[in-house]
């Protein structure tokens, strides 16, 4: 039987403190400025021949727990976060091969800046930047650059439409063959390949030309969540890899479907955009102890109720501390992620908010991966099979370097001994790896 082979990347949930609390941190709370863990995965991410590495960000503290920062900060939970562009160029720095993604909000960045931000990772890296583009999803945020709130769900993609456009048109006022470097007539840069762009929208402006040079892949990768339908035709129409959220292979499914309609209906190839599912799989030599393992889980999600809810309103914008535990979780609207408050309804169904929020958060992303490597591997094929693909990004609760070498150098070999993801990387640049296959 013929294999087609799917990508893999890794969904670093902020570049800072992780998995406080948990097994295996060693000094994390210590150490943490460094970098030097983070800079530990994507070596390991780059061994294993992931794609890329996609850091996720906030920039704000949460308060959506009795009105209060109190949990967020004694928990560690999304705090502290570390200037994700920074920490990327590091990372850039310690490899060769493997894609970097920092997330930048359209918000809080003009887009001049972020097109120089990430234009200039481009460079630095050799053509292995990328740009998760959010557009923000918290009042929170929005205080911190001087808003009372940030915009409606639709409206913001409005205005990302906008703000996107600049960036690419920034990215390409230097045509290609624009640095000639002729020495015997000692022009650097022919003047008429360089130009402005002069924007003028309805939310943004920018003239240009970008004064940090052209970029070794013309353009950066753009990476995005599209999950309400408004997100999704904002990903179709811009996006290079989508990052999925969703719940079981027919969601799964159907959501990959979806989005590749739209492409269509933009005129874009489907296969010029790969659409990648979160899984968070729990691993242990036998399928057994990692049962046991994911018994204790939902134990822990029993005992950790109000974080695990507190950590759903900091996405969604919703402080769940003011509902009855014990009562249905109802109709709930939010101006923040749309797609995590759509999947915890429907995880919800009927069940009291209690029972949904233990299932919720205690399950494995897209899909329950809990086994051995071999059974994670052979899982994971079944899955891509049926789906038709495109890959899978890790999104670990525990991101230790234990997990580090339980993915890279255990279920990601594996998957590699069954030929589903490449062995080496064929290519220099993150575009044309995406691409390969």
């Known amino acids: 039987m013929t294999v087609t082979p799917f990508h893999l990347a890794w969904f670093l949930q902020g570049s800072s403190v992780q998995a406080w609390g948990e097994p295996w941190t060693g000094n994390i709370s210590e150490d943490w400025m460094s970098c030097d863990m983070f800079l530990d995965l994507a070596r390991g991410c780059e061994r294993a021949c992931f794609d890329y590495m996609l850091l996720e960000d906030s920039i704000y503290v949460g308060e959506t727990w009795q009105n209060s920062r109190d949990i967020f900060l004694k928990n560690g939970m999304s705090i502290p976060r570390q200037e ?69 769900h639709d409206q913001r993609y409005d205005m990302a439409d906008e703000y996107i456009d600049i960036c690419k048109r920034l990215w390409g006022s230097w045509e290609p063959g624009a640095i000639v470097a002729d020495r015997e007539s000692g022009v650097l840069i022919d003047p008429a390949k360089v130009h402005t762009i002069d924007y003028e929208g309805r939310y943004y402006s920018s003239r240009g030309p970008l004064n940090s040079g052209p970029c070794p892949q013309g353009q950066p990768v753009i990476a995005q969540a599209g999950g309400s339908d408004r997100g999704r035709r904002f990903a179709a129409a811009h996006a290079d ?6 719940k079981g292979v027919q969601q799964m ?5 979806d989005v590749r309609a739209k492409l269509a209906g933009f005129g874009r190839d489907p296969d010029s955009c790969k659409v990648l599912f979160l899984i968070s799989p729990l691993l242990a030599e036998t399928t057994e102890e990692a049962q046991t393992k994911a018994a204790q889980r ?16 900091w996405s969604t914008n919703i402080d769940f501390s ?50 051995s490597p071999d059974a994670a591997a052979a899982q994971m094929a ?14 670990m609760p525990n991101v230790t370097r234990r997990t580090t070498a339980e993915i890279a150098d255990g279920l990601a070999a594996v998957l590699q001994q069954r030929g589903l993801t490449r062995k080496a990387y064929a290519h220099k640049q993150l575009r044309d790896n995406l691409l390969e296959f």
């Open 241 to 246: 890899t989508i990052v999925a959220h969703v």
């Open 84 to 152: 994700p562009s920074v920490v990327a160029t590091l990372m850039a720095a310690a490899t060769t091969r493997l894609g970097i993604v920092p997330t930048l909000s359209t918000f809080a960045y003009a887009p001049y800046l972020t097109a120089r931000i990430v234009g200039t990772l481009d460079q630095v890296s050799g053509g292995r930047a990328g740009w998760n583009m959010v557009t923000g999803s918290s009042d929170l945020s929005a205080k911190n650059f001087g808003m009372e709130r940030l915009p409606p």
């Open 253 to 257: 499914k159907e959501y990959r479907d």
């Open 298 to 313: 939902a134990v822990n999600a029993e005992n950790s109720i109000d974080r695990r809810l507190a950590q759903m309103g």
């Open 382 to 395: 079944e899955a891509m099979q049926e789906i038709g693909g495109d890959g899978f990004l890790f999104s």
């Open 322 to 371: 003011t509902f009855d535990l014990d009562q249905p979780v109802g109709e709930l609207t939010t101006n923040g992620h749309q797609q995590s408050l759509a999947q915890f309804l429907r995880k919800a169904g009927s069940r009291t908010l209690r029972e949904a929020i233990i299932s919720y958060t205690s399950g494995g992303a897209s899909i329950d991966l809990v086994g």
